[in-house]
């Protein structure tokens, strides 16, 4: 008889092993399962630990990578008196079943050696992943569950994990020490699992698996990054210092990729930082492709928020695109700040920290007029009932620029608890939207963003200008290079606002006069 084990194990309790240890030397007998119905005496030939997740590391569901987890399980058994084997069970989404794919991944990855039926194996299980098993027949054995009171009786192993991620100095915790099982203990003070626990869980920014946002559809977000990699990639160019070079917020590795087929660059590192788990699995993949023509690529999941990504004074070019205003917008201003520092400390002194992005208008409060074009789409069409992205996107789509502004002024930033400020107002028989030059700009800038539609409304784009980011570049010590500049990207102007809308500042007398657009990019040279 086998006992099987699922769940994400980051680590072992003292309790389990001796429930374990409890339940080989007695072979089984006494022990009654979840419906309080005794097992006969059975010889266990085997424990199976199912690693569930085992794909997943640095998130706050799954903050410790599978190898740990591995290590630990596999000292945790050596003082068991049978064979222990650990199977490692890829997260595949929301399924019906997922014990089956459980089980099924196990008979694959042994070659059928352990092909576990409800005749030969017995589940360990005190979570609600135990009624999967049971419908498949399996009998179920309670663990740390009492089931007829329904709660935990000893302490689960998340528990401890929460524990560790609460207290500074977790190894000195004397609830930690009563159990934590010493294999797990030794593994984690090893390779400092607990300190990286405590980051991941108090980080403000990271989602539960990993991500700034949970409304991006990657796939299309992939492909625009790839569809403009090799412009910013020339935007970019002359201005890496070789060496070590770091892509902090690398997304699919675009900009490395090409990076790596620059002559100039041949021997250099390479070095790119992704807090998304979506976006590192693309890059892990790539590079197991081969698609780098430099050997030295090498890829981590982070958050540069919180902390150092690389050594201080370690790196020559620092490189980071379309990043910033996702820290402002995930985060906070003091994230921001915090980012902004932590650069500064990782380069080498005359590094340079190359920071492209999207930038706000220099008069950024002043109020101005916004005239919105009411025939170039749908004006009353009524929005899809809980549509999906491709949906909304599709509906979005039809609007005129005027019915767009007003979905736009309903969900930017609602979540974060902002009301765009707005009134219409008729000068001359013409309807003018009156509001902020910076909410404008917002809108502006955004406003055809309809496959990302959900995500995008989260961030602001408009947050400094130009100055703002000298100021707080210069206090964390850099010196802005000369050749840093804002500046007007003129195909969006052409092909996304002339036309359709037209930015007017208010006279004394009440007359109107147009503006020009904005700025809208920026290209910022920080040196050490």
């Known amino acids: 008889m086998y006992l099987l084990i699922p769940g994400r194990h980051h680590l072992l309790t003292d309790f389990q092993f001796k429930y374990l240890n409890r339940l080989i030397k007695c072979n089984l007998e006494g ?19 199912a690693v569930t997740s085992a794909n997943h590391l640095g998130t706050k569901r799954n903050p410790v990578p599978f190898y740990i987890r591995a290590m630990v399980i596999q000292e ?61 027949g399996f009998r179920v054995l309670p663990a740390e569950l009492d089931p007829v009171t329904n709660t935990f009786t000893q302490p689960m192993p998340w528990d401890v994990v929460k524990l560790i991620a609460q207290e500074g100095e977790w190894r000195k915790n004397k609830t930690v020490l009563d159990q934590m099982h010493p294999a797990a203990f030794h593994i984690w003070s090893l390779y400092s699992i607990g300190e990286k626990v405590q980051q991941i869980l108090k980080d403000p920014i990271i989602g539960a698996d990993g ?138 002194p005359g590094g340079v920290w190359i920071n492209r992005d999207v930038v706000g208008p220099e008069n950024r ?63 001359d028989d013409n309807t003018y939207c009156k509001l902020s030059m910076q909410d404008a700009c917002e809108f502006l800038f955004k406003k055809d963003y ?6 995008e409304m989260h961030e602001t784009f408009c947050f400094w200008n130009f100055n703002d980011w000298k100021s707080a570049l210069e206090e964390a010590g850099f010196r802005l290079d000369n050749l840093s500049n804002a500046y007007r990207n003129e195909w969006i102007v052409k092909n996304r606002l002339e036309g ?22 920026m290209l910022l040279l920080a040196r050490k």
Not at 33 to 49: H, K, N, R, S, W
Not at 247 to 272: M, P, T, V
Not at 501 to 520: A, G, K, Y
């Open 500 to 521: 359709k809308v037209q930015l007017l500042r208010i006279n004394e007398n009440r007359t109107v006069e147009p503006m020009r657009f904005p700025d809208s990019h």
């Open 211 to 348: 991500d700034l946002t949970a409304t991006r559809d990657y796939s299309v977000y992939v492909k625009q990054m790839d569809d403009i990699a090799a412009m910013k990639y020339r935007e970019t160019a002359p201005y890496i210092q070789p060496g070590k070079i770091g892509d902090i917020g690398c997304a699919a590795g675009s900009w490395i990729k090409i990076g790596c087929e620059d002559d100039r660059l041949h021997e250099c590192d390479f070095y790119g930082i992704e807090v998304s788990r979506h976006l590192y699995d693309v890059c892990l993949q790539r590079k197991h492709n081969r698609e780098f023509a430099n050997p030295s690529v090498f890829f981590a999941q982070k958050n540069a928020v919180t902390s150092l990504v690389f050594e201080a004074g370690s790196m020559n070019t620092i490189h980071t695109s379309s990043l910033t205003h996702e820290i402002e917008s995930y985060g906070s201003r003091k994230d921001l700040i915090a980012f902004i520092h932590n650069r500064y400390q990782e380069l080498v």
């Open 76 to 136: 945790f058994s050596n003082s068991l008196d049978v064979p222990v084997y650990v199977y490692g069970i890829d997260d595949v989404g929301v399924i019906p079943d997922f014990s089956e794919y459980t089980v099924k991944t196990i008979r694959h990855s042994s070659e059928s050696v352990h092909s576990l039926t409800p005749d030969n194996t017995i589940v360990i299980c005190s979570t609600s992943v135990k009624e999967m098993y049971l419908k498949r």
């Open 450 to 455: 309809h496959d990302n539609w959900f995500s």
């Open 365 to 427: 409060n002043e109020t101005v007029l916004l005239w919105l074009n009411t025939n170039d789409g749908e004006n009353d069409l009524p929005a899809p009932e809980n549509p999906g992205t491709h949906e909304l996107a599709v509906w979005l789509g039809k609007l005129s620029t005027a019915a767009l502004f007003k979905r736009f002024a309903q969900d930017f930033r609602h979540h974060e608890g902002y009301r765009l400020p707005h009134e219409w107002v008729t000068i």
């Open 31 to 49: 022990e009654k399962d979840v419906y309080g119905l005794p097992l006969e005496a059975q010889t266990v030939e085997g424990i199976i630990f």
